[in-house]
Nanobody, 113 residues
């Protein structure tokens, strides 16, 4: 599945962003979707996953601050709501469907002091 990530930006600590993961024609309700973060020079790190039925899992550093959910109206996107952002959240964020071997372009999130 070819996904398109969007919604990144340049924010201050404590502010919020909402990232979107979209794939035209793809039914997100049936998919396992994960978000990852990559910082230059480091491996891509898992951030969060949502499974069919809506259950979610988060890496410890974002628990209580990030919320992953589906667009239940259109079933055409998954969103990562990022609240109380911290400088360590900075990176390029990618989403990926579980069975996919390809990556999108990602979206840059920068939290600066």
């Amino acid at each position: 599945v070819k996904v398109v990530e969007s919604g990144g930006g340049l924010v201050r600590p404590g502010e919020s962003l909402r990232l979107s993961c979209a794939a035209p024609g793809f039914a997100f309700s049936e998919a396992i979707i994960s978000w990852y973060r990559q910082v230059p020079g480091q491996a891509r790190q898992w951030v969060a996953t949502i499974i069919p039925g809506g259950d979610t899992r988060y890496t410890d550093s974002v628990k209580g601050r990030f919320t992953l959910y589906r667009d239940v109206v259109t079933n055409a996107a998954v969103y990562l709501q990022m609240d109380n952002l911290k400088p360590e959240d900075t990176g390029v964020y990618y989403c990926q469907e579980y069975d996919s071997t390809t990556w999108g372009e990602g979206t840059q999130v920068t939290v600066y002091l």
